[in-house]
């Protein structure tokens, strides 16, 4: 049962416009989500986190909302640029408990000049 | 400063032999993690250290899989033998853990492993 779902496998968006990536979750112990950006033959590298005390994180171009009632965040990238074309994981973890990540299938991102 | 470092960064054997993968993470970061990449997926956990202490391997399938942090430093992740659903990227990650609760997780490149 996957506990973080990322129903989208693709998205693609004109350089300029707003990107939005989705992501639910079913467990309800999870108070911590994070993003990471992966690109090919590389690691996934942080991106942005929100603690489930906040319903916004910003950070420059780069936007995290939370919606605790509805279990689902999104990550808003404004503006888009070429660069940010990379695969989006969505992470999440109990802050009581481990430090393991329970990451989301991953959004493959494509910004088209 | 260097990032988490993995070798190789690709492998192919033949099912049944085994394989090993080496990690040498950021330095100072007392904590390293092993995960597992499937086609298409998100990192799934296989281990976690706190030093050289193994405080979750509740992922790792122990039939095949074993890991190893001699010195709270480097890692070595050894399947053997391998099977052909083993073909996937494993990644290498480190963080620093201070007792504060959100501690990033820096990971490596990753080995990709084919098992024909």
């Known amino acids: 049962d996957q506990q973080v779902k990322q129903n989208s496998p693709s998205l693609s968006v004109q350089e300029g416009r707003i990107s939005i990536l989705n992501c639910d979750y079913t467990n309800s112990m999870f108070d911590y989500f994070l993003w990471y950006k992966k690109y090919p033959a590389e690691g996934p590298t942080f991106l942005i986190s929100?603690?489930?005390?906040?319903d916004k994180n910003e950070d420059g171009r780069f936007t995290v909302f939370l919606n605790k009632s509805a279990k689902h965040l999104s990550l808003h990238i404004v503006p888009s640029q070429p660069g940010d074309s990379a695969v989006y994981f969505c992470?999440?973890?109990?802050?009581?408990?481990?430090?393991?990540?329970?990451f989301g299938k991953g959004t493959k991102l494509t910004v088209n000049p | 400063e260097a990032g988490v470092v993995q070798s190789p960064r690709y492998k192919i054997i033949e099912k049944k032999q085994p394989v090993a993968f080496w990690c040498n993470p950021i330095s100072g970061h007392n904590t390293l993690y092993w995960y597992r990449q499937n086609l298409g997926q998100g990192p799934e956990l296989l281990i976690r250290y706190e030093n050289e202490e193994a405080v979750d391997d509740s992922q790792l399938p122990k039939d095949r899989f074993s890991a190893e942090r001699l010195k709270g430093v480097d890692s070595t992740l050894k399947i053997q033998p391998a099977e052909l659903g083993d073909s996937a990227v494993y990644l290498c990650?480190?963080?620093?853990?201070?007792?504060?609760?959100?501690?990033?997780?820096?990971f490596g490149p990753g080995t990709r492993l084919t098992v024909l």
């Open positions: 990650a480190s963080s620093l853990w201070l007792g504060t609760l959100n501690n990033e997780q820096f």
């Open positions: 929100i603690s489930s005390i906040k």
């Open positions: 992470a999440a973890k109990n802050q009581g408990g481990s430090e393991k990540l329970v």
